[in-house]
Every structure is written in structure tokens, then in C-alpha cells.
């Protein structure tokens, strides 16, 4: 459900300025299973249409992030081939934080402390709005795929294993 009490993050300011449209929805958080799948259950919707951001980093362009399916494996070989690296590997956890202002289970493709490439699974282009945290935990961001693109000027790409 729609969350009138949560204060507005980051990230939906940075909509808001770009008069983008979305919806903040919140879900109890249970930290010790801080998955997308359990998200998109909390919040009563299909996992398909709930979108994790993961941090990577690519061997040519440094760290970027790519959004996923809740319940799909991040194929770094499409997201090398994508971004134009020869590798690509997931950023340790110990480094996210670092480079993103984020925690994990918060971790949003917008409002980062710099702002990296987005990747963003061709299969979001599929369904009318998608879920994407709002950069923190248990509070996600509801607004349509290409306003997302938009928004954090990332592109589309086959970046994930379902």
C-alpha cells in the first residue's frame, strides 16, 4: 500500500524534480532476509515486477549497476557485452556502501553518490511499472520502466538470467 508517512528519499526527490510520476510503497523489512522475492511478497505483488539493483564492475568502465527481476540471476557476461567491458564482476558488499551511499536491501539505481551506468533487464519493457527501492530498506519506488531509464539516462539490455 502507498506509504503517506515515510519520509520522501532521496531518490523520489530526484523523480519529483525530473516531474516523473511514481508511487512510494513500503513493506516490513525482515533483516535477515533482505531479498527482492521477499520484498515483492510483503508488498503482495508478483516478484517478476520488483526490480533489485545490483553494483558491479566492469574491467573498461568501472562500477555500474544493473536492475533485475526480483528472482533472476544477474548475467555478467551480457552486462560486460552491454557496457562495453571485456569482465564484469559484482562489487564486494563491503564496497557498495562505499561507492553507493547505499545498504544492502536499500540499494536504489538513483541518488547514488555518483551517477554510474544503469542497466536496466530488457523484460521491464514488458510490463506497465515496476518496483525499484527508494534507497531504503523496506521502501520502494512504483513508476514506469522507460520513466526509470529516463531518470537515471540508463538503457535497456538482456543483463538477466530468469
Given at each position: 500500500m502507498p506509504a503517506a508517512k515515510v519520509s520522501k528519499t532521496n531518490a523520489a526527490r530526484i523523480l519529483e524534480g525530473l516531474g516523473i510520476p511514481y508511487e512510494l510503497h513500503t513493506?516490513?523489512?525482515?533483516?535477515?532476509?533482505?531479498s527482492a522475492v521477499t520484498m515483492a511478497h510483503n508488498l503482495g505483488v508478483d516478484p517478476a515486477c520488483v526490480f533489485k539493483t545490483l553494483v558491479a564492475r566492469g574491467d573498461k568502465t568501472g562500477v555500474l549497476m544493473a536492475c533485475i527481476p526480483a528472482a533472476a540471476e544477474l548475467d555478467l557476461k551480457a552486462l560486460a557485452t552491454a557496457s562495453g567491458n571485456k569482465h564484469v564482476e559484482m562489487v564486494p558488499l563491503?564496497?557498495?556502501?562505499?561507492?553507493?551511499?547505499?545498504?544492502?536491501?536499500?540499494?536504489?539505481?538513483?541518488?547514488?553518490?555518483?551517477a554510474y551506468p544503469v542497466f536496466v533487464d530488457e523484460n521491464a519493457i514488458l510490463l506497465e511499472t515496476i518496483f525499484v527501492s527508494a534507497g531504503q530498506r523496506g521502501v520502494q519506488l512504483r513508476l514506469k520502466p522507460d520513466d526509470l531509464l529516463r531518470a537515471v539516462e540508463g538503457q535497456y539490455a538482456p543483463v538477466a538470467r530468469i
Open positions: 513493506a516490513d523489512v525482515d533483516e535477515n532476509d533482505l563491503k564496497d557498495v556502501r562505499p561507492l553507493t551511499g547505499y545498504m544492502r536491501g536499500g540499494c536504489s539505481p538513483l541518488g547514488a553518490k555518483k
